[in-house]
C-alpha cells in the first residue's frame, strides 16, 4: 500500500514537471516570435534583421529551456524509477530499523 502511494505521488510529480515544461515551451515560443516579429515590423531603412541583437533574447531563454528540457526528459537516464524505487525501500528499512 505503501510503494503504491509512493509511486502515485511520484507519478503525479512527473506530470507536474511535464506540464511545467510545455507551458514554458509555449510562453518561449509566444513571447519570442512576438519580439521577433515586432523587430521585423520596426525596422528603419537600411537596417539588417538578421543580427544577435534581433535574436539575443531568444537564444539566451532558448539556453535556459535546454536547461529546463534536459531536467525534465535527461535526469530519469541518470536516476530512474529504478533508483528512485531502491532508495524508497532503502530509507524505509532504515526508519524501520531506528523505531525498533
Given at each position: ?20 515544461f510545455y507551458k514554458h ?10 519580439l521577433i516579429l515586432l ?55 532504515k526508519q524501520k530499523q531506528?523505531?525498533?
Open positions: 500500500m505503501e510503494m503504491e502511494r509512493l509511486r502515485y505521488e511520484r507519478a503525479h510529480k512527473r506530470i507536474k514537471q511535464l506540464a511545467g515551451l509555449v510562453v518561449y515560443l509566444l513571447i519570442n516570435t512576438f523587430k521585423w515590423f520596426r525596422l528603419d531603412e537600411g537596417e539588417q534583421f538578421l543580427k544577435f541583437d534581433t535574436f539575443s533574447v531568444a537564444f539566451f531563454w532558448g539556453i535556459g529551456l535546454a536547461f529546463h528540457a534536459f531536467g525534465v526528459f535527461f535526469s530519469q537516464v541518470f536516476f530512474g524509477s529504478d533508483w528512485e524505487d531502491r532508495k524508497v525501500r532503502e530509507i524505509i528499512e531506528n523505531s525498533r
